[in-house]
């Protein structure tokens, strides 16, 4: 019976150390010196690698803040749309902040903070064929950027029969717009901004706004104190006034409707 107790015993204890190690969880944010912040490359206004290797864009300016809220040091590091999951996943960024959609799917891979911003899906398209909301896209070609999900959520939720045309990025889109081999590219309306900016030919956005588009920022899954602290920094951003100055520094000339700029509502870090 002692042999037995014993053999118990030291079953419970083996379990215990196993089990101590699997909690341990990733480390978080709140616990490093320097973070590694991913944002976008392509996205003119958004986030943009200028030639000098530097970055720019309200999304950038919103990595900053976090960051500064944070007490961290940071590297920015580039991002695609269809690389957002990995370079958390692999743990090549600590934070993505990057017109990331929250999602459900992506809610099962990684951690939302925020979000940080509310858009609205829009369309933007050639002057001399102007597209006036979601259903006149039926029947025409639209342009997916890989890792994106706005020309999915037109068809699968909108119920709207276009031909969905994938590129690598928003950069190709837009070539492809201007050369005829899609009709409109939709997606966030600061991403269309930007780009028609940019591109300064006389494109069109459409003012559609439909599909509310909840930019948040990425983290590691299992990162709830990392997702607390980032909140509390979006908080301030807004309050202090922050969000609407660096809104109306990026977005002033594009058309976009700023009237309402007021801390969103957060998804939770459960």
């Known amino acids: 019976m002692k042999r037995a107790l014993s053999a118990v015993a030291a079953l419970v ?3 215990a150390v196993v089990a101590g190690c699997g909690t341990g969880g990733p480390e978080s944010i709140v616990d490093k010196d320097t973070l590694v912040i991913a944002v976008r490359s392509d996205l003119p206004y958004v986030g943009f690698r200028k030639p000098d290797g530097s970055f720019e864009g309200f999304d950038v300016d919103v990595a900053r803040y ?5 007490g961290k040091d940071f590297s920015l590091v ?5 690389d957002r999951e990995k370079v958390l996943v692999d ?7 990057a017109t ?3 999602s459900q799917d992506r809610k099962a891979t990684v951690l939302f903070a925020g979000p940080y911003h509310i858009s609205y899906q829009d369309i933007l398209t050639r002057r001399d064929d102007p597209i006036g909301n979601v259903r006149e896209l039926a029947g025409r070609k639209i342009c997916e950027v890989r890792g ?12 709207v029969a ?3 045309v994938p590129f690598a990025d928003y950069q190709a889109c837009l070539a492809g717009l201007k050369n005829r081999q899609v009709d409109a590219v939709t997606t966030n309306d600061v991403i269309l901004a930007g780009l028609a900016m940019q591109d300064g030919s006389g494109l069109r956005l459409s003012n559609a706004r439909f599909n509310e588009q909840r930019s948040g920022i990425g983290l590691p899954r299992g990162d709830v104190p990392g997702c607390e602290a980032v909140n509390r920094a979006i908080t301030d951003m807004y309050q202090d006034g922050t969000a609407a100055k660096l809104l109306h520094t990026w977005f002033d000339a594009s058309g976009l409707d700023l ?12």
Request: aromatic share 4%; proline share 4%.
């Open 78 to 82: 580039p991002v695609l749309a269809a």
């Open 148 to 159: 994106a999900n706005a020309a999915q959520r037109v068809v699968e939720e909108r119920k």
């Open 66 to 70: 976090v960051a500064g809220k944070l």
């Open 259 to 270: 009237s309402t700029i007021a801390v969103p509502q957060f998804e939770g870090c459960s």
């Open 162 to 164: 276009a031909e969905v």
């Open 13 to 15: 204890a083996m379990v």
């Open 100 to 102: 990331y959609t929250i």
């Open 91 to 97: 743990g090549r960024a600590d934070m993505v902040v």
